[in-house]
């Protein structure tokens, strides 16, 4: 039996990280919500650890020092966001939890709760911090539609590890702070249009902006529908972009 499609209005923001600066972070991340180019926008997907940034300019990349709990100020913000703004968000934290550290990404309602909590399984190699992610991969109802989360490196090991999370999902939000190696060009201009269409799932991809490390792979943030096509990018170059598409979800993907 066919399922109604939903239509709904997403949006990826990509922002150059501002290492250790987690005040001025979230305040960019407010203006930019707050601005009329995301005026009625559904959903809203923040980069990973765009918060804390992901790599110091001179190369650290343990971020233990800014970890805090669930109930912390970074994830209270975040929630405090989304209800200001009417608007569902999905955004990082470098969770401490039992002694052990997580990169992990957060997803609150447009009422600022929070209804998605999810662990990388896969932390990257420079990621010694991060332990592998515990949670497995939700499939969250939200705004109507069935969301799954994925970060970065978990990527390679998705079909396998989720598949059928993918399979059951209309959308998955996937923040990255991507680095592709040099002369090697856009990995995921391969990767996310394979896995739309394998698991057909419309795809929101938040990516960092250009920052100091200059790292290959930093911008190009898009949006995909379940046909794999790239329906909304970001232009090149530095400074923040907001990515929005209005995507059909549900029945394309059932009756595809």
């Known amino acids: 039996m066919a399922v109604s499609a939903l239509s709904l209005d997403v949006v990826a923001l990509e922002l150059p990280q501002r290492f250790g600066d987690l005040r001025g972070s979230l ?4 203006r930019l919500l707050g601005a009329p180019a995301l005026a009625g926008a559904d959903l809203a997907l923040l980069p990973e650890l765009i918060v804390t940034g992901y ?18 100020e970074s994830a209270r913000r975040l929630s405090e966001l989304a209800r200001e703004h009417g608007i569902a968000l ?19 309602d447009r009422d600022g709760r929070r209804v998605g909590h999810y662990r990388k399984r896969h932390p990257w190699f420079p990621e010694r911090w991060a332990a592998p992610g515990d949670l497995g991969t939700p499939v969250l109802d939200l705004l109507g539609a069935k969301v799954t989360v994925a970060i970065c490196f978990d990527v390679h090991f998705l079909s396998e590890d989720a598949g059928e999370a993918l399979d059951a999902a209309d959308l998955l939000l996937f923040p990255t702070a991507w680095v592709d190696p040099p002369g090697e060009g856009d990995a995921r201009a391969e990767l ?24 290959g792979g930093q911008g190009g943030s898009r949006i995909l529908d379940a046909d794999g096509r790239t329906v909304a990018a970001a232009p090149p170059g530095p400074g923040p972009s907001v990515v929005r598409a209005a995507l059909r979800l549900g029945q394309e993907r059932r009756d595809g």
């Open 192 to 215: 996310l249009p394979a896995l739309a269409r394998r698991h057909r799932v419309a795809i929101v991809n938040a990516n960092w902006g250009p920052s100091r490390p200059a790292l």
């Open 27 to 30: 305040a960019e991340i407010d």
């Open 90 to 108: 999905a955004g990082p934290l470098v969770e401490e939890s039992q002694g052990r550290f997580y990169n992990t990404l957060l997803v609150f």
């Open 55 to 72: 790599v110091s300019p001179r190369g650290d990349s343990d971020l233990r020092r800014f970890a805090e709990p669930l109930d912390g």
